[in-house]
């Protein structure tokens, strides 16, 4: 159960970051046909419970028909459920179902499903020890829900629960199915591709690079990266796009520095390369806020020398420090009146010199 746990955790994360799919191509379409495969979890419930031990179970799913808000999806699976306490003893069921499933698309990422559908099963009951298997049909029926993940060029995955019913010797045969598969859309494949054969190079950059800017603007500097990719692979001249990857590339070359020093405690070296990475990189952003708070203690005291510094006319020094106190603490006002001051003076002995 714990691995469909993080299976779960896996897709809400793709959720999250809607642009790893192509809503306009990959959402689900009139007319579409969708191959998918599957694997789960299957507890079986009602009498059988305190008698079998749950399975993992494997299928195929073929969706030979979409319409507007209805699809049409044929299955099948085989589960194995040991028998407890019959060493060896299985109850091997195939499955084969087939009914129609109610889809809505929530966001252009996520579409919930719902459905029903009857279903027959083969039942295969090994028991080596006796030398004694039994075999028999039974109809029945199974009803499912879960969501529909595009993620690009007809591949999606699907995650649901199903719950089905039989009976076996007269008895009542549930099941719970957990379960998480990939499924492949032929049409939105070629959707896809027909975008991009058909998008001219003017058209892609440009869409790429709004995409891009925006990213950038919201802070999302690893997604803007890949759009301004999108617009080198249209355009490998591009400037604007190069200059970009080019500044995200050395933010982050500045900010694996920055950690570096932080992780030794050198908190002042560490500050000129997360100032210099925090344009381009969330993660020195919030670290550089962090570092600042922990040197905040630390102002008064480099006020102090700054102005001692400039008292004894070393001017140089005193420019050096008041410039690391800005990056510490930008806008302080002791800055201002001094730094300015200190540069104009350092600057006409130089001249004098």
Not at 18 to 46: C, H, M, N, W
Not at 164 to 178: A, E, T, V
Request: a positive charge.
């Amino acid at each position: 159960m714990r691995h469909w746990i993080y299976i779960f955790v896996f897709f809400l994360h793709l959720m999250a970051f809607p642009g790893y799919a192509q809503p306009v191509t990959e959402a689900t379409t009139k007319g579409d046909i969708i191959f998918g495969l599957r694997a789960g979890y299957s507890l079986g419930l009602g009498y059988y419970k305190d008698f079998l031990s749950n399975s993992y179970y494997v299928g195929i799913d073929v969706i030979p028909f979409v319409s507007k808000y209805v699809l049409f999806e044929v299955d099948a699976y085989f589960a194995d459920y040991p028998i407890d306490k019959v060493d060896k003893s299985h109850i091997y069921s195939f499955s084969f179902s087939a009914g129609p499933i109610v889809y809505f698309q929530l966001v252009p990422f996520l579409e919930l499903y719902a459905g029903v559908a009857l279903k027959g099963n083969y039942f295969y009951l090994k028991f080596p020890d006796s030398n004694k298997n039994e075999q028999t049909i039974k109809p029945g029926f199974i009803a499912k829900i879960g969501f529909f993940v595009p993620i690009k060029y007809g591949v999606r995955a699907r995650i649901g629960i199903e719950y089905g019913y039989n009976q076996l010797s007269r008895k009542d045969f549930h099941i719970l199915n957990f379960l998480g598969g990939v499924q492949f859309n032929f049409n939105a494949y070629k959707r896809t591709k027909d975008v991009h054969t058909t998008e001219t190079t003017t058209q892609g950059v440009s869409r790429n690079f709004a995409i891009a800017v925006k990213e950038l603007k919201a802070g999302n500097h690893e997604e803007a990266r890949v759009y301004f990719k999108e617009v080198l692979s249209y355009d490998k001249n591009h400037k604007d796009a190069r200059w970009y990857i080019d500044k995200i590339d050395a933010a982050a070359e500045n900010y694996a520095r920055a950690r570096k020093l932080v992780n030794a405690g050198n908190y002042y070296d560490a500050l000129f390369f997360l100032d210099g990475a925090s344009e381009y990189n969330g993660k020195a952003r919030a670290d550089l806020a962090a570092v600042r708070e922990k040197l905040a203690s630390e102002v008064s005291k480099l006020e102090k020398q700054g102005i001692s510094l400039y008292e004894q006319q070393r001017y140089g020094e005193c420019i050096a420090l008041f410039e690391k106190l800005l990056i510490i603490n930008p806008g302080n006002n002791t800055c201002k009146l001094y730094l300015p001051r200190a540069k104009t003076r350092y600057e006409a002995l130089q001249r004098l010199r």
